[in-house]
């Protein structure tokens, strides 16, 4: 396996890191890592390291690297009305990106064994849905987060199209996975150090493969007195989404859809000003694996000296002679924030229209 790719200095340079080394493969993954800023992730004081390929752990609070979530999202092949489930969701970074794929008509469920963790995850749902610029540019299903111990999920659970285990699942706790996939399901859990994708194909057959060898924390098994009872988890109830939150969807799809074919007719290029050109290094890689926390992480020792600086310099030149042509460079605006609140409704409704965002 090759190493890990290099910090970024943001969010989006990180990103570009995980498609130059081939972790992300995919448009839709690419669009759901560059909504979703990793760094809004960590506690405050911590965000400088939120762009390193690195796992992160304070208390109870964990995020895997970067390069991991970029091959759990690739391998559990998401689309649209999809069921989901998280065990140990965590932060909900997952599976807030799980949902702007998914869309309004999937299933996004998580559970989580620390009862701080999961008002954690919550904290960042809310800010997400209110603050964040992307919102507005995505169908999204909003992540429902339990909890609990994901090992005593109640036997009369319903199945899931796709489910990821955050923690090391030991061999005799691979059929219990198992047993809530649908049939055509997509599992990706960490077994016997190695991130492995297994399918379902039927009734009782699975066909499995490795991704990536890692080192996970094992799940927690509850400890329990002879005789008593475990406390079973009761996954949240799959619901029909009601008539007013049905035409929600709607209307801000119809109103979406307007706004991109009517910049689409006009020609009109919304774009922001472009990053700085990163220089390319010739870089040299020894393959090795590093602990972090409790995770096994591939990292790459990196040998790097510049390449024909002389021409990187007359390249960013070039670059920025070709951003200064007819394109029209606009500012950034919310246009689907602007269309509902220039619609004849009443101001109770719009601001449910804007799921009651106030920018």
Known sequence: MGGAVSAGEDNDDLIDNLKEAQYIRTEKVEQA?????RGDYYL???RDSAYKDLAWKHGNIHLSAPCIYS????????????????????TGYLSTMV???????????????????????REKLDDFIKNSDSFDKFEFCEPVFEVGNCLEISTDSHQYDRIYCGAGVQKDHENYMKVLLKIGGILVM???????????TGQCSWESKNILAVSFAPLVQQSRADGEKPDTVQLPPVTVRSLQDLSRIYIRRTLRNLANEDSQGKGVVQRVPQKRKRRRCR???????????????PQMVESEEEEHPEEEHK???EEEERDIGDIEILKQVNVLRDQIMALPLPESLKAYLLYYREK
Not at 190 to 200: A, F, N, V, W
Not at 283 to 297: A, H, S
Request: avoid cysteine; aromatic fraction near 8%.
């Open 99 to 121: 949902g702007l794929i998914i869309g309004p008509f999937g299933v996004n469920h998580g559970v989580e064994l620390h009862k701080d963790v999961v008002e954690y995850a």
């Open 44 to 46: 405050d004081g911590y």
């Open 71 to 90: 091959e759990v999202m690739e391998a559990l092949k998401l689309q649209p009305g999809l069921s989901f489930l998280n065990l140990g969701s965590g």
């Open 33 to 37: 890592f560059r909504a979703i800023d």
């Open 190 to 200: 960490p077994i016997e150090d190695q991130l492995t994708q297994i399918t379902r």
């Open 283 to 297: 870089r040299r890689r020894i393959n090795t694996y590093v602990f972090v926390g409790n995770q096994l992480i």
């Open 315 to 317: 390249e960013v030149e």
